[in-house]
């Protein structure tokens, strides 16, 4: 197919332009973060990719926050983290630190405290351990349930 003014390209001409345009694409789309939303991609300090975000970055976004989500299938939970370490969810309250670049919580019921990995990006967050996602959710600003 033609269009009066352009001249008609070869296959493999078309397929370079494709490819080009893809790829600009794909540049640009990488560029598109500020500093407010989180990739899943977050880099440690030594430079490597880990898709986990420090835990200056779990104070940020966690902490003084509600979150709300399931840790499986069937175990739904919302909980509001806040800042003296206790957590406080619809009838219950349990405790919350920060371990390394890890997130810990404590619950009367378990016999340790359960530590995760987090990756944030925007408002969504997820709790992963051994490489694996456990629970997903999504953080809301403040304590609107007033737990």
Do not use: K
């Amino acid at each position: 197919m033609s269009f009066p003014g352009y001249p008609v390209r070869s296959r493999a001409a078309r397929g370079a332009a494709m490819l080009l345009a893809l790829s600009a694409v794909a540049l640009v789309s990488g560029c598109d973060s500020d500093d407010e939303s989180d990739s899943s991609e977050a880099s440690t300090e030594d430079g490597a990719s880990s898709g986990t975000v420090s835990a200056e970055r779990i104070r940020a976004r966690i902490i003084g926050n509600t979150v709300g989500g399931t840790m499986s299938p069937d175990s739904s939970y919302t909980e509001y983290y806040a800042e003296d370490g206790t957590i406080h969810g619809p009838g219950y309250e349990a405790e919350w630190r920060i371990d390394g670049d890890r997130m810990c919580f404590d619950y009367d019921e378990a016999p340790q405290a359960d530590c995760y990995d987090v990756r944030i990006d925007g408002d969504s967050v997820s709790w992963r351990r051994d490489g694996e996602t456990e629970g997903r959710g999504t953080i809301v600003e403040g304590n609107p349930n007033n737990f």
